[in-house]
């Protein structure tokens, strides 16, 4: 039986892409289904943590009596996290928000006669790296990072330039890892310079040694 080891802690947790929309029928998106994230929640509620899911359009439903705030955008996932926060003890960033959104949106739907469209984006703010400037010491910070090529350079980089307690790295070019699938293969990053590398496994097993480390974590700033 799973000990209700994480009563009492506040768990935020993001999931699944954002929608950047381009006139009112088009967006520009990614492949997230949002199954990291929610496997996150489902563990960390049933082991006692009170839960809040902030989340783009899911793939699967998110578990009964958890939290959940839906958003579409960067722009409206940036303020309802920043607005749940301070109320957080750990938050685990697993949502792939879209770095760049188109930089205006049509009021009408764009037609095809005329010009092809040339679509200029813009940058998103770095939800993340805003909370690694405003954290409390006993707030834990888990980020995830999505690579393709230099990985491990690219983690280490990102769980120092982001100020995280934690990162989860997956090579998202691996069969089995990342985007829409069922397993993942991570390796962890610890702001000590401690790290582990995990073998293929269910996002749901992943979910629980992420927590367990949150747990080891948080015992540290008590
Ligand atoms: O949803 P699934 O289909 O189950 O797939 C899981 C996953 C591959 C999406 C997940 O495991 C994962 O890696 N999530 C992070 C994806 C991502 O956007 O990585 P990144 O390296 O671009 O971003 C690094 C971190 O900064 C992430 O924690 C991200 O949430 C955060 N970020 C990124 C951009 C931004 N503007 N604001 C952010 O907060």
Excluded: W
Aim: with cysteine; charged share 30%.
């Amino acid at each position: 039986l799973m000990p209700r080891d994480l009563q009492g802690e506040h768990i935020l947790v993001t999931a699944g892409p954002t929608e950047e929309p381009l006139d009112p029928v088009r967006f520009i998106t990614n492949r997230s289904s949002g199954k990291m994230g929610l496997a996150i929640c489902k563990r960390a509620q049933i082991r006692g943590a009170e839960v809040t899911l902030i989340s783009g359009p899911l793939k699967a439903e998110p578990p009964n009596g958890i939290r959940h705030i839906r958003i579409r955008t960067a722009l409206e996932m940036r303020d309802r996290v920043l607005e749940e926060f301070p109320r957080a003890s750990a938050v685990i960033k697993a949502a792939a928000v879209a770095d760049f959104r188109p930089a205006s949106l049509e009021r009408d739907k764009i037609k095809k006669d005329g010009m092809e469209p040339t679509i200029v984006l813009t940058k998103n703010p770095d939800i993340l790296a805003e909370l690694g400037r405003t954290k409390r010491p006993d707030q834990i910070l888990v980020g995830f990072a999505a690579e393709t090529r230099d990985v491990l350079e690219n983690g280490r980089s990102k769980l120092k330039n982001k100020n995280l307690d934690m990162l989860v790295l997956n090579d998202v070019s691996k069969p089995g890892a990342g985007f829409d699938c069922d397993t993942n293969i991570v390796r962890f990053l610890f702001r000590s310079g401690e790290e582990e590398q995990m073998d293929i496994m269910s996002k749901e097993k992943v979910a629980d040694l992420i927590l367990d480390r949150v747990i080891r974590l948080r015992s540290k700033t008590e």
